[in-house]
């Protein structure tokens, strides 16, 4: 199996989870995601190219699509883009939402 193929896989159920808290009107604040993403793409770019730069990790090439960033594959950058999204819509479908009778003795 790719990269490829195993971010499909796995950013379609974050996608559905996404989807889900917007229909549940609870979506996360997307300015703040996408602040969020600007700092986490940045340190991923840099941090994944010093350890495969360092050979602490390797990718068989016929399993990667060929588009890099530095050094890293640009699949590696799915799991950062999944957790910026999947987290805070998991928080917000999570979230409590304060009833009449919350603060009531």
Request: glycine share 6%; proline share 5%; aromatic share 8%.
């Amino acid at each position: 199996m790719t990269y490829t193929l195993l971010n499909i896989v796995f950013l379609t159920v974050v996608a559905l989870v996404a989807i889900a808290a917007i229909v549940a009107r609870r979506a996360p604040r997307w300015r703040a995601v996408g602040l969020a993403a600007v700092l986490l793409l940045t340190l991923t770019a840099i941090f994944d190219n010093v350890i495969i730069g360092t050979g602490i990790v390797a990718y068989d090439d016929s399993l990667i699509s060929g588009v890099l960033i530095g050094l890293a594959p640009i699949e590696d950058f799915a799991y950062t883009v999944a957790a910026l999204v999947l987290l805070p819509s998991v928080w917000e479908l999570l979230r409590r939402t304060p009833s009449r009778h919350d603060g009531e003795p």
